[in-house]
């Protein structure tokens, strides 16, 4: 690794902590913008550090993880207006941090990629420069907890359960009316004049269906996709890049798709 650097970006209620993982010394350089899962409540860029590395030195890319504000503290759509003020301080300095501002994917897995999507909309509804594409591991797509993998994959050995998710949507946005609003839940948005997205999809996962379901809802929009499912693999196989080989493929295929995405 080239470079890493802990930063702080200018969100809405004070800085937020950011780090930056420069592969190369090529400038400016392609970015993506990845956002952790756990919940809208756990984890953070300690717990994504292995995993943004691996995304930086496949793809060359330079990779900034943002240590947003989680949940109870920070609920919907706070969470997401706080990502979206630290990407608009990000592009403004990114000539002296070498990037490359109009060219910024928006990843993440999990509640992470809920949050991606959702600044994928909010970027186009306010007519900002738009992301590049979309990096969608095994996201919260929609607040409906009925789907057929809900019933499949929410008992043990599986860690990601109906009760979790359930206590997860709670923390992030308690009204559950407003769970069904778009920026909460993207598969209920609008989806044309959202840029490509490349999904990876675990079959065994809870949110395996709605993973699916907008995989096709995009299609459906004229979006260009990307799908690369692993039948096999539960929920959150990418963070365990010792245990689980096809993690590495997974980055692998994600790294070629940023380069094809690049090259239009």
């Known amino acids: 690794m080239a470079e890493i650097l802990d930063l702080e970006l200018a969100a809405v209620e004070g800085p937020m902590?950011?780090?930056?993982?420069?592969?190369?010394?090529?400038?400016?350089?392609?970015?993506?913008?990845?956002?952790?899962?756990?919940?809208?409540?756990?984890?953070?860029?300690?717990?994504?550090?292995?995993?943004?590395?691996e995304y930086a030195a496949a793809s060359g890319w330079a990779?900034?993880?943002?240590?947003?504000?989680?949940?109870?503290?920070?609920?919907?759509?706070?969470?997401?207006?706080?990502?979206?003020?630290?990407?608009?301080?990000?592009?403004?300095?990114s000539a002296s941090l070498g990037l490359?501002?109009?060219?910024?994917?928006?990843?993440?897995?999990?509640?992470?990629?809920?949050?991606?999507?959702?600044l994928a909309l909010a970027m186009r509804d306010a007519g900002h420069i738009p992301a590049l594409g979309m990096l969608l591991n095994y996201g919260v797509y929609d607040c409906d907890l009925t789907r057929p993998s809900y019933r499949l994959f929410s008992a043990e050995p599986f860690q990601l359960t109906c009760e979790k998710i359930s206590w997860f949507w709670r923390c992030y946005c308690r009204d559950e009316t407003r769970r069904?609003?778009?920026?909460?839940?993207?598969?209920?948005?609008?989806?044309?004049?959202?840029?490509?997205?490349?999904?990876?999809?675990?079959?065994?996962?809870?949110?395996?269906?709605?993973?699916?379901?907008?995989?096709?809802?995009?299609e459906g929009a004229g979006i260009s996709v990307?799908?690369?499912?692993?039948?096999?693999?539960?929920h959150a196989f990418l963070e365990a890049l010792t245990l689980a080989p096809i993690s590495q493929v997974a980055i692998k295929r994600a790294a070629q798709w940023l380069q094809t995405i690049a090259a239009d």
């Open 63 to 93: 990779v900034i993880g943002l240590d947003y504000p989680r949940a109870p503290e920070t609920v919907y759509p706070h969470i997401s207006e706080a990502c979206l003020a630290a990407i608009h301080d990000l592009r403004e300095r």
């Open 17 to 53: 902590k950011a780090r930056l993982y420069r592969p190369t010394a090529r400038r400016p350089a392609r970015t993506l913008v990845y956002l952790h899962g756990g919940g809208w409540a756990l984890l953070g860029i300690d717990t994504h550090d292995r995993l943004m590395r």
């Open 226 to 234: 990307s799908v690369d499912r692993y039948p096999d693999a539960p």
């Open 100 to 118: 490359a501002a109009e060219r910024m994917v928006l990843g993440g897995d999990s509640s992470g990629a809920n949050l991606a999507a959702a």
């Open 180 to 218: 069904r609003e778009p920026l909460a839940s993207p598969l209920r948005a609008h989806l044309a004049g959202l840029p490509p997205a490349h999904l990876v999809i675990a079959g065994r996962d809870i949110l395996h269906d709605e993973n699916e379901a907008f995989a096709a809802a995009l």
